[in-house]
């Protein structure tokens, strides 16, 4: 695992708590689904060629200084997210009794971490989210919900940080996959999941498994990481972020449903509209992975005032 402490230093008021010095924030939102059309923009954002270590975007076998870590991490993760482990780490996390703080401190504290299972970017977190966030801006200017939602999308990784538990980044980071079913052979070092003790649960490893057909996303247990713990972080802390956003944030790992089209049969008819929203957004996501900066204190004031509009001032976590 690799977690890198630099900036700031915090300081623990109680067991519960981090300060950081910040803005109080008041709660407020609205939003309304545009037409299905309005849904794809070429205002600007170009699709660089390469990552931001000059090779193809999600090629886990290009020759590469992170390629045999990016390996090993998907092996541990494949071994040990199982049902049981996910109804664990669901069941403890949900109770958001590790610390309180704002959407922007967690912003500042995740720019302490380097994502092991990422083959395309070696950059501090925030780094990243601000790239994400400012293309969307540039092509949909009026959908300030999915700006916002770019920047919180991997704030989720702040479970390797201590205060948070300290896990293992196979257990925070990495595209996601359904656990209580058959793993599809899109994902990512499928070879590994032969190891793993639910492969050879006859209860799970059919197509539908533990679940039935159409049965919902929402009903479906997903490998435990980032994407669903900052989903119950928003949640139950009461955002008002449209359904669309919740269901980019906890989705937008699970490559093998929005990129290889895997486990459609799960969805329900809300799940289908949501998943246009999530092939917007992943364009964006993989590919602003780039060496280009992003001037944080430049934006800043813009995310501060949609956090203020769609989140309260401190939330659980």
């Known amino acids: 695992m690799t977690v890198i402490v630099e900036e700031p230093v915090f300081v623990q008021e109680n067991s519960k708590n981090i300060s950081f010095d910040t803005n ?13 059309k309005l849904l794809v923009s070429d205002n600007g954002f170009s699709t660089p060629e390469t990552n931001a270590f000059g090779k193809t975007f999600r090629d886990y076998d290009a020759e590469s200084e992170r390629k045999n870590a990016v390996e090993e991490f998907y092996k541990q993760n494949h071994i040990h997210q199982t049902v049981d482990f996910v109804k664990r780490m669901r069941e403890d996390y949900k109770k958001l009794d590790k610390v309180e703080m704002s959407i922007w401190e967690c912003c500042e504290l995740l720019n302490t971490v380097v994502d092991e299972s990422d083959p395309d970017l070696d950059e501090p977190q925030i780094e990243h989210l601000l790239q994400t966030a400012e293309a969307i801006r540039k092509d949909y200017p009026n959908e300030d919900w999915l700006h916002l939602t770019a920047l919180i999308h991997d704030l989720g990784k702040v479970l390797v940080h201590p205060s ?13 996959f359904p656990v209580g079913c058959a793993y ?3 994902i990512v070092h499928h070879k590994y999941f032969k190891e793993n003790p639910d492969h050879y649960n006859p209860a799970y490893n059919t197509k539908s498994g533990i679940y039935s057909q159409g049965c919902g996303l929402e009903n479906v247990l997903v490998s435990w990481g980032h994407d669903d713990y900052m989903y119950l972080v928003a949640k139950e802390n009461g955002t008002t972020l449209p359904p669309a956003a919740l269901f980019v944030i906890r989705f937008h790992s699970f490559y093998a449903l929005h990129k290889s089209g895997a486990y ?7 799940d289908k509209e949501n998943l246009k929203w999530l092939h917007v957004f992943n364009k964006y996501d993989l590919y602003s992975k780039s060496k280009v900066r992003v001037d944080v204190e430049k934006v ?12 309260p001032s401190k939330l659980r976590w």
């Open 24 to 36: 109080e924030l008041v709660l407020d939102a609205g939003f309304v689904m545009p037409e299905p």
């Open 184 to 186: 599809d052979e899109s």
């Open 300 to 311: 800043k004031p813009y995310y501060l005032s949609l956090i203020n509009k769609y989140f």
């Open 164 to 176: 948070f538990g300290e896990l293992p980044q196979w257990a925070v980071v990495g595209d996601t």
């Open 264 to 270: 459609m049969h799960l969805l329900n008819d809300e």
